[in-house]
């Protein structure tokens, strides 16, 4: 889980954009040069080596970003290199994708990757769309503001609204009752 | 009036409500009451000694190298957290089990990152705060804020996941909207 970003900068397309594609890069050049730590260390000395890597990769991303994204990596401020040190590279690795064959490991890396920008792009484009009335900040014709959806109180409900909203429609057409935990 | 002022002091300040920071460590960390509140203390030691690191990095990192930031507080964060599991594995070998998880979950997250980088980011927009007692007693600061939204998410934890919630809603949703609301609630504070 990597909420705070989403809630706090998932506010208009283009945060989101940069957010997923540091997200992205980050994310899977870690874990896939983590993977190659040896399994045999201690718990506690092989997190610090992952934290080390992501914080390394970060490096060349952010330049990367400012190149991309010139402007939004200072409005998204503190919460672009919080993505380095994101449960998926810290936790998740030991308790489940270095646990997989790497052949298994790398289609699952991707889709969570992918997950978690398909949240971040769909979530901004609806809260840029409610609280600004603007798509990928070009005006559109929108009657009703809610302005408070910019906002992270904002953020929180209607991530939990939509993560509720999600649940339900997976329990409709599949098999399975909506689970209680994620 | 003046613990009231305080109070709010706190709430407006409090970096999960009014920045979402932290809200997976809180939620990973949910499972139960004693769970919350022991995390929620060990990050308080992450945030307060983590500042004084954060101190000494940004006092001495030369300004072209800022990009190098992250991977300094990475390393001060390494270190307390090595620091931490030697220590408490000498005060107590029969806890020590126990007490190492609370130390995995807490070491690296947005929580205690997130408020070295925002201590760091006031500290650049006021000289006057870059002082290691104004770090320490803001990284401190945080982390009380953190224990005080582990007990406001603790105090309705068992009603947000039980059967009265209807089961697409139950657990991390209604989680998420709960603090949503209380957000709201410090947000008109502030």
Wanted: contains cysteine; aromatic residues 14%; proline residues 3%.
């Amino acid at each position: 889980m990597v909420i705070s970003p989403v809630i706090i900068c998932g506010d208009t397309l283009r945060n989101a954009e940069a957010l997923a594609m540091a997200f992205t890069s980050i994310t899977l050049l870690s874990v896939l040069i983590s993977s190659f730590t040896p399994k045999k260390l201690p718990y506690a000395v092989k997190i610090i080596i992952y934290a080390v890597i992501s914080s390394l990769i970060y490096i060349p991303v952010r330049m990367a970003a400012q190149e991309f994204f010139p402007g939004i990596i200072t409005r998204i401020g503190i919460y672009f290199p919080l993505l380095a040190v994101n449960s998926l590279i810290v936790v998740q690795t030991e308790t489940k994708f270095f646990r997989m064959k790497r052949l298994k490991m790398i289609p699952t890396l991707l889709f969570y990757v992918a997950g978690f920008d398909a949240v971040i792009l769909i979530t901004a484009f609806i809260r840029e769309l409610l609280a600004y009335g603007t798509i990928n900040n070009r005006m559109v014709d929108a009657d009703t503001l809610i302005s408070g959806l910019s906002q992270p109180f904002g953020g929180f409900i209607f991530l939990g609204l939509l993560c509720g909203l999600y649940r339900a429609l997976r329990s409709l057409f599949s098999s399975e009752p909506a689970t209680e935990r994620e | 009036m003046f613990l009231v002022n305080d109070f709010i002091a706190l709430l407006a300040a409090n970096l999960i409500l009014t920045q979402a920071l932290g809200t997976s460590t809180i939620f990973i960390a949910s499972g139960s009451r004693r769970k919350l509140v022991f995390t929620a203390l060990v990050i308080t030691l992450f945030t307060t000694f983590g500042a004084a690191a954060a101190y000494a990095v940004d006092r001495f990192l030369p300004s072209q190298y800022n990009y190098l930031t992250l991977l300094c507080y990475t390393a001060a964060v390494s270190a307390l957290y090595v620091i931490f599991l030697v220590l408490f594995y000498f005060i107590s070998k029969e806890r020590f089990q126990k007490i190492r998880r609370y130390i995995h979950i807490s070491a690296f997250n947005c929580a205690v990152m997130g408020t070295l980088f925002t201590i760091s980011g006031r500290a650049s927009e006021d000289p006057a705060l870059m002082n290691i007692g104004s770090y320490v007693f803001a990284g401190l600061e945080a982390g009380v804020g953190f224990v005080l939204a582990a007990l406001i998410l603790s105090a309705a934890f068992h009603k947000l996941n039980s059967a009265k919630v209807p089961a697409s809603f139950r657990g991390f949703p209604a989680m998420l909207v709960y603090l949503g609301i209380i957000s709201m609630a410090v947000w008109a504070l502030k």
